[in-house]
């Protein structure tokens, strides 16, 4: 029987339609993906490939199920061992290693919180982060900086701060190298740091631990609810403090429709997202829906994104479906495409912003795929897409999810018109979607002041053209209202990327007499070109000849970089604060 039967009473839908009105999920009680999933296939499925790993400098690793199975049960036996238990928050900074997998899955198994993090995090922000949601313990990757920045994070927490436990398990892991069938690469022992019951700097050898732990453990009698919570995500925080987004232990069964109807993931294929595990999109595509539906996750470990070798590990492993930001396909469509095999590659999806038109077609030139778009948020699941029985419209995020009932909203709280912008929502009055955040961590008044009167307002524009496909405008904090028009500041960006001088830019407002406000565009030149006022008016009617002529940025500024976010995300806050906005 397929796992999937267990979860969904129906499968195979006839159009849009059908798929949107009758698709549902059965979430049984006290639902854990390590031991209903993973087990299950580990059972059923015991040499299949769950998990293909390999690193920009050649080594490989190939995980089971079965194997991936006494990992996560040695690592599960290593966290109790270290005094974690259920409920305990974990961080995780394992970057793109494969040992991220059998710790996340331990994590699971034994009803503790897991927090993965972005290795880009300061000393600072582990602080914050771990007074924030008393995090018990880090497990990081062995690299000097990292460590010293949770080091000094440790230093500045004091034991019982506030009446609250202080990090006291600390944990590295070493280097991954080369290995198969599920069995640790680098099994040579390299001695165990003793831990002093958490009250000094001490760091524990987990990989070394773990190995010496038994491959079987025994399920507790209780291990979660399903309103236990299972994963929390530090959002980027583009307008401030980084928030605590609540997921619990049905939050996987969410992800059955970003891996079989969006990615298009298939039993035995092998599906690659571009995402560090500290991010959200690693829950999305490198591991609860991709297993759900029987296709091995592919980890491609890299510190320098290189287009040549990301081609070269797709075309070379088989890689059958793909998945990642415009940005990648940029770099992509730079390439002779002519040079790679796509014979295996069957269906390539694109998410994170709006897809430029001239991408999506010289990319389906390349490749003959056609790349399908999507829209979500850390705080849900697919959201919108362009589902396999739509014609993909480039930049358009798609249509409603099953789930979901989205409504676009006027600042006055009515409903827009066909082609009107308003505030993307999701009504959730009749029903809940599948997957959807609990709440902000911590802050109820954060999530009344989103969530109320049965609407969650996502705080993203966006309108709807006459077949119901939804378009992308921004943040409603970044558009801009100038001369009685609202700009958003996408269109005009799209429009300046398409210069050969521009590499890239943010648009944004400022204060003006006659207009109220002014688009104002900071621009990062490419290669090759110098800060000009000739240029300034180039770039100023080239894209008064994309888009509408009164969109146009009527204040260019040049700049060597933009402020962004430790996850990539354009600083249009920082931009208005140091415009005095």
Known sequence: MDLLDKYLPR???????DFYANFTIRIPDNFNFAWDVL????????????LFWCDERGAEASFSYAGMQRLSNQAAHTLVQGGIGRGDPVMLILKRRWEYWPVLLALHRIGAAAIPATHLLTAKDIEYRCRAADIKGIICVEEPKIMAAVEEAKNRLSNGDGGRPALRYLAFMRPSGRGNGGNPPDAAASGVLHRDGGRGGSWIDFKTLMEKASTDFVRPQEVNANGDIMLL??????????????????????HIVTAKYWHQVTEGGLHLTVADTGW?????GKIYGQWLCGSAVFVYDYDRFDPQAMLEVITKHRVTTFCAPPTVYRFFIKEDLSRWDFSALKHCTVA??????????????????????CYGQTELTVTICTYPWLEPKPGSMGKPSPGYDIDLLREDGSSCDMGEEGQLVVRTGRRRPWGMFDGYYRDDGLTCRVWHDGIYHTGDMAWRDEDGYLWFVGRSDDVIKSSGYRIGPFEVESALMEHPAVLECAITGVPDPQRGTAVKATVVLARGWSPSEELKGE???HVKKITAPYKYPRIVEFAAELPKTISGKIRRVQIREEDGV
């Open 352 to 373: 994170g912003e709006p897809l430029e038109p001239e991408i999506y077609e010289r990319f389906r030139q390349g490749t003959g795929i056609k790349l399908r778009e």
């Open 39 to 50: 087990d299950t296939l580990a059972r059923t499925r015991p040499e299949d490939r769950s």
């Open 280 to 284: 959200a999109k690693a829950a999305w």
């Open 539 to 541: 770039l100023q009617n």
């Open 233 to 254: 995500y530090f959002t980027s925080g583009t307008t401030g403090m980084p928030k605590m987004v609540r997921h619990n232990f049905a939050y996987p069964l969410g």
């Open 11 to 17: 499968k195979d839908f006839e159009s849009y339609e």
